[in-house]
C-alpha cells in the first residue's frame, strides 16, 4: 500500500509544480493606478485649502502643507470680515426661492412631456433640450434686457422692481430645461397601468402627478434638487449683473469681493471663507447622497 501511495503524493506535487500561473491582471492594476492618481489630483487642492484655512499667514506663504497648530480663530476673523452673515442669508433665501418656483414649474412641465398627448409635443420638447446647448454666457444680455422691460412693468403695477431685487436672482432660473429633461426621462418609466387604476378611481391628471408620479419620484426629484441647489448657492456672473448693492447678493459674490479687496494678501482667511461657502453643499450632498445616485442610475443619465 505504501508503494502506491508514493506514485499518487509524487504525482499530485509534480502537477502542483507544473500547474500554469494565473497571468498577472495588468489591466485592472493600471486602471486601479490611474484611478487612485484622479483621487489624488481631486482631493488634494481641498485638502490644501482646508489645512491652509487652519495656518497662520507666515505658514501659508512659506508654502507649509500641515499647520503647526489648528487656527479655528480664522474662520471668526474672515466670517466677520466678509460679512458672510448677510451674503449667507441672502444665499439661503435666493436658493430657497428657485428651488421651489423650480420644482413648481418643472415637474408639471416634465410630466406633461411625458405622460400627457397634444399636439407639437415632442417638437416643443425637443426646442426644450436643445436650448441646453446655447452657452449660459451667450443669454445673458437678453436675459437682462428682458429682466429690465419686465421689471419696469413691475414696478408700475406691483410697487417693486426686479433689478437689485430677488426676482431677477431667481424667477429666470425656475423653468430649468435640464430639470425638465431628468424628470421627463423618470416620468415617462411609470407603468400606464398605475394610470389606468388611477382612471378607474376618477384621478386626473393632476391628483394622479400630486398622489402617484411625485411619491414614486423621490430620487430623481432630489438629484435634480441638488443640481438646482449647487447651481444657486455657486451662482456668480449673473448676481454681478443684476445687483450693485449688497442687499441681495448671494455668498459667491460676497466671497468674491472679500477676496478683491478686504483680504487681498491673508490667503488663510481666503481659504477659510471659502472652506465656509462650501459647507452648505456638503451637508446637502451628505443627506440626499443616496436618491443623488438612484436618480443618475434611473433617469437615463448614467454611464
Same mark, same amino acid.
Given at each position: 500500500? #505504501?508503494?502506491?501511495?508514493?506514485?499518487?503524493e509524487?504525482?499530485?506535487?509534480e502537477t *502542483?509544480?507544473?500547474?500554469?500561473?494565473?497571468?498577472?491582471?495588468?489591466?485592472?492594476?493600471?486602471?486601479y493606478?490611474?484611478?487612485?492618481?484622479?483621487?489624488?489630483?481631486?482631493?488634494?487642492?481641498?485638502?490644501?485649502?482646508?489645512? %491652509? =484655512?487652519?495656518? $497662520?499667514v507666515?505658514?501659508? +506663504?512659506?508654502?507649509?502643507? &500641515?499647520?503647526?497648530?489648528?487656527r479655528?480663530? +480664522?474662520?471668526?476673523?474672515?466670517?466677520?470680515?466678509?460679512?458672510?452673515?448677510?451674503?449667507?442669508?441672502? =444665499?439661503?433665501?435666493?436658493?430657497?426661492?428657485?428651488?421651489?418656483?423650480?420644482?413648481?414649474?418643472?415637474?408639471?412641465? #416634465?410630466? #406633461? &412631456?411625458?405622460?400627457? @398627448?397634444f399636439?407639437? @409635443?415632442? /417638437?416643443? &420638447?425637443?426646442?426644450? /433640450?436643445?436650448t441646453?446647448?446655447?452657452? %449660459?454666457v451667450?443669454?445673458?444680455?437678453p +436675459?437682462?434686457?428682458? /429682466?429690465?422691460?419686465?421689471?419696469?412693468? =413691475?414696478?408700475?403695477?406691483?410697487?417693486?422692481?426686479?433689478?437689485?431685487?430677488?426676482?431677477?436672482?431667481?424667477?429666470?432660473?425656475?423653468? $430649468?430645461?435640464?430639470?425638465?429633461?431628468?424628470?421627463?426621462?423618470?416620468?415617462?418609466?411609470?407603468?400606464?397601468?398605475?394610470?389606468?387604476?388611477? @382612471?378607474?378611481?376618477g384621478?386626473?391628471?393632476?391628483? &394622479?402627478?400630486? %398622489?402617484?408620479?411625485?411619491?414614486?419620484?423621490?430620487?430623481?426629484?432630489?438629484?435634480?434638487?441638488?443640481?438646482?441647489?449647487?447651481? $444657486?448657492?455657486?451662482?456668480?456672473?449673473?448676481?454681478?449683473? /443684476?445687483? *450693485?448693492?449688497?442687499?441681495?447678493r448671494?455668498?459667491?459674490?460676497?466671497?468674491?469681493?472679500?477676496? +478683491?479687496?478686504e483680504?487681498? $494678501?491673508?490667503?488663510?482667511?481666503?481659504?477659510?471663507?471659502?472652506?465656509?461657502?462650501?459647507?452648505?453643499?456638503?451637508?446637502?450632498?451628505?443627506?440626499?447622497?443616496?436618491?443623488?445616485?438612484?436618480?443618475?442610475?434611473?433617469s437615463?443619465?448614467?454611464?
Amino acid at each position: 500500500m #505504501a508503494e502506491t501511495a508514493r506514485p499518487l503524493e509524487i504525482t499530485a506535487t509534480e502537477t *502542483q509544480q507544473t500547474a500554469p500561473r494565473k497571468p498577472i491582471a495588468w489591466g485592472k492594476i493600471i486602471s486601479y493606478a490611474i484611478l487612485i492618481i484622479g483621487l489624488i489630483q481631486a482631493l488634494l487642492p481641498f485638502y490644501w485649502m482646508l489645512s %491652509s =484655512s487652519l495656518m $497662520s499667514v507666515t505658514e501659508v +506663504n512659506f508654502g507649509y502643507w &500641515f499647520p503647526s497648530q489648528l487656527r479655528f480663530e +480664522n474662520y471668526a476673523l474672515a466670517w466677520e470680515q466678509a460679512n458672510f452673515a448677510q451674503f449667507m442669508w441672502n =444665499s439661503v433665501r435666493i436658493t430657497g426661492i428657485s428651488l421651489i418656483g423650480q420644482m413648481l414649474v418643472c415637474i408639471p412641465a #416634465a410630466y #406633461a &412631456f411625458a405622460r400627457m @398627448r397634444f399636439i407639437g @409635443r415632442d /417638437v416643443l &420638447f425637443g426646442v426644450t /433640450v436643445a436650448t441646453l446647448m446655447i452657452p %449660459s454666457v451667450a443669454t445673458m444680455v437678453p +436675459n437682462y434686457l428682458t /429682466v429690465i422691460w419686465i421689471g419696469r412693468l =413691475s414696478q408700475n403695477l406691483l410697487g417693486f422692481g426686479w433689478l437689485n431685487n430677488w426676482p431677477s436672482l431667481t424667477i429666470p432660473f425656475m423653468a $430649468s430645461a435640464f430639470t425638465i429633461f431628468l424628470l421627463r426621462q423618470f416620468f415617462a418609466q411609470i407603468p400606464d397601468e398605475l394610470w389606468d387604476a388611477a @382612471r378607474i378611481d376618477g384621478a386626473g391628471h393632476l391628483r &394622479f402627478l400630486r %398622489s402617484v408620479v411625485v411619491p414614486l419620484s423621490k430620487a430623481p426629484i432630489m438629484t435634480t434638487v441638488t443640481f438646482s441647489f449647487i447651481g $444657486s448657492w455657486n451662482a456668480l456672473l449673473w448676481p454681478l449683473l /443684476v445687483t *450693485q448693492t449688497d442687499e441681495w447678493r448671494p455668498v459667491a459674490v460676497g466671497l468674491t469681493k472679500f477676496i +478683491n479687496n478686504e483680504a487681498s $494678501s491673508d490667503l488663510h482667511l481666503q481659504m477659510a471663507a471659502a472652506v465656509m461657502m462650501i459647507i452648505p453643499i456638503l451637508i446637502m450632498y451628505f443627506f440626499t447622497q443616496k436618491q443623488f445616485t438612484e436618480g443618475i442610475a434611473t433617469s437615463g443619465l448614467k454611464g
